[in-house]
C-alpha cells in the first residue's frame, strides 16, 4: 500500500467501506499472528521526569505532580504478581530521569530475569547506548520508544531536548536493534498539528523500521500541559488536522496490521480511555493482538497521570486481569501463553 492509499484510508468516512478495512485487518492479525492477545504487565515505576514534552503531564515542570520512584524491591514483588497472575511479560515503563540510576535498573532486571521466566520490557525514554547496552546485557529482552512522529518540526516541536542536548528517537530504535532488544514503538493520533499526510507517513515508518511492537493511542489534552492548553483553546484548526477520535486510532491500528502483518499491536489503554465501554475490544477486533494490564500499585499509579482521567485507574493488578481475561473470552480470543515474541517465521500461516 502507498502513502497515497494510506492516506485515504485514514480520510475515509464511509462506514461500509472501514468496515471492510477492518474485516481484512483482523483477517490478517488471525493467519499471521493467531487468536492469542498477550498479556504484557505494566509498572510504572516513576513519575520523576526531566524533559518538557509538550503532551505529557509528566513534565519536569508539571509542579502540581507528586512524584514518586518504586523502591527495587516493590517493583521485583509486582513482576512475582505478574507471574501469579500467568502473564509472560512485565514492562517497566517511568519518566525519564537520571533518578533511574543505570546500576539500579540492571540490578533490578538481573533479579526479575533470575527469579522469574518472565520476558522484560523496558520503556524509560532517551538513553545513552552504553546504558541500554548495560540493560540488555543484564536482560532486558524488549524496549519501547515511541517516536510519537515522523513530521519533524512537529516533533521539535512537541518535544524538545534536554538543554544542550538532541532527540532523535528514530536513530536510537536503530540503536536498540543493534543492541539485540526487541524494538517498540508508536504515535499518538491527533496531536494538534498533526495532518493525514503525516500520519500516513508514521504508518509507512513502522513498516520501514520493521518493529516488533507497535503502540497508538490517541492524544489525550493535559490541562497542565502547553499542547493541553493550546488544545482547549481550539487548536490549530488547520483543514488536515488529524482529529483525536476514537476510529482514527482504529483505522490507524487496521492500517498498522496491514503493513506490518507479524508486528505485536497493543490495544492500548489510551484507546480505553476514549471509550471505556468497548475500546479495548474494538482495538483487538481491528488488529490489535495485546493488552497491557496495570500491575502499579494504587497508591503510585494514581501519580501516573500522563492524561488526565486513565481508565482503570482505581482497579487492583487482580481486578485488572480479571476484568481483560473476560474481554479476550468475550471477542472469542485467548489470553497468550508464555513471553509472546515477535514472530518472525510463517508459524501461523
Ligand atoms: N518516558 C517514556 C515513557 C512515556 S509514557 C518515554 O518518553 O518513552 C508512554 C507514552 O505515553 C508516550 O510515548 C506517549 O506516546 C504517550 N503519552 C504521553 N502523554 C500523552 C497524552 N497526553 N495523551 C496520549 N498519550 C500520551
Known amino acids: 500500500m502507498h502513502s497515497a492509499e494510506i492516506e485515504r484510508w485514514l480520510a475515509e468516512s464511509d462506514a461500509a467501506a472501514l468496515a471492510g478495512l477492518y474485516r481484512?485487518?483482523?483477517?490478517?492479525r488471525r493467519l499471521r499472528v493467531g487468536d492469542q492477545v498477550h498479556l504484557r504487565g505494566l509498572i510504572e515505576i516513576s513519575n520523576v521526569c526531566a524533559r518538557a514534552c509538550a503532551y505529557c503531564g509528566l513534565r519536569a515542570a508539571n509542579a502540581k505532580l507528586t512524584r514518586y520512584k518504586m523502591p527495587a524491591p516493590e517493583i521485583v514483588e509486582c513482576a512475582h504478581a505478574a507471574f501469579a497472575l500467568g502473564y509472560g511479560t512485565v514492562v517497566l515503563q517511568a519518566g525519564e530521569s537520571r533518578t533511574i540510576a543505570a546500576d539500579w535498573m540492571a540490578d533490578i532486571v538481573r533479579q526479575i530475569k533470575s527469579e522469574t521466566p518472565l520476558a522484560v520490557t523496558l520503556s524509560l525514554g532517551e538513553r545513552s547506548l552504553e546504558e541500554l547496552g548495560l540493560w540488555r546485557k543484564a536482560g532486558a529482552d524488549r524496549y519501547l520508544l515511541r517516536f510519537e512522529t515522523s513530521d519533524a518540526d512537529l516533533f521539535r516541536r512537541i518535544h524538545p531536548p534536554l538543554p544542550g542536548g538532541f532527540s532523535d528517537r528514530i536513530a536510537l530504535l536503530a540503536g536498540l536493534r543493534d543492541k539485540g532488544y526487541e524494538v517498540g514503538s508508536g504515535v499518538m493520533t491527533g496531536i494538534p498539528g498533526q495532518t493525514y499526510a503525516s500520519l500516513a507517513r508514521d504508518i509507512e515508518l513502522f513498516r520501514d523500521l520493521d518493529l516488533d511492537m507497535i503502540g497508538v493511542g490517541p492524544y489525550l489534552p493535559h490541562p497542565d500541559t502547553p499542547l493541553g492548553r493550546e488544545f482547549s483553546g481550539g487548536g490549530p484548526r488547520l483543514g488536515r488536522q488529524v482529529p483525536s477520535t476514537e476510529e482514527m486510532v482504529y483505522k490507524t491500528i487496521a492500517l498498522t496490521r496491514l503493513l506490518c502483518p507479524r508486528a505485536n499491536i497493543p490495544s492500548t489503554t489510551a484507546l480505553a480511555t476514549i471509550n471505556t465501554r468497548n475500546g479495548r475490544e474494538l482495538g483487538l477486533m481491528r488488529g490489535a493482538n495485546v493488552v497491557m494490564p496495570n500491575l502499579t500499585p494504587a497508591r503510585y499509579r494514581r501519580h501516573y497521570e500522563i492524561y488526565p482521567n486513565k481508565a482503570c485507574i482505581a482497579?487492583?493488578?487482580?481486578?485488572?486481569?480479571?476484568?481483560?481475561?473476560?474481554?479476550?473470552?468475550?471477542?472469542?480470543r485467548v489470553p497468550g501463553v508464555g513471553p509472546g515474541n515477535r514472530q518472525r517465521e510463517t508459524a501461523h500461516v
Open 24 to 28: 481484512e485487518a483482523d483477517n490478517v
Open 315 to 332: 482497579e487492583t493488578p487482580a481486578d485488572c486481569s480479571g476484568c481483560l481475561r473476560g474481554r479476550i473470552a468475550a471477542i472469542g
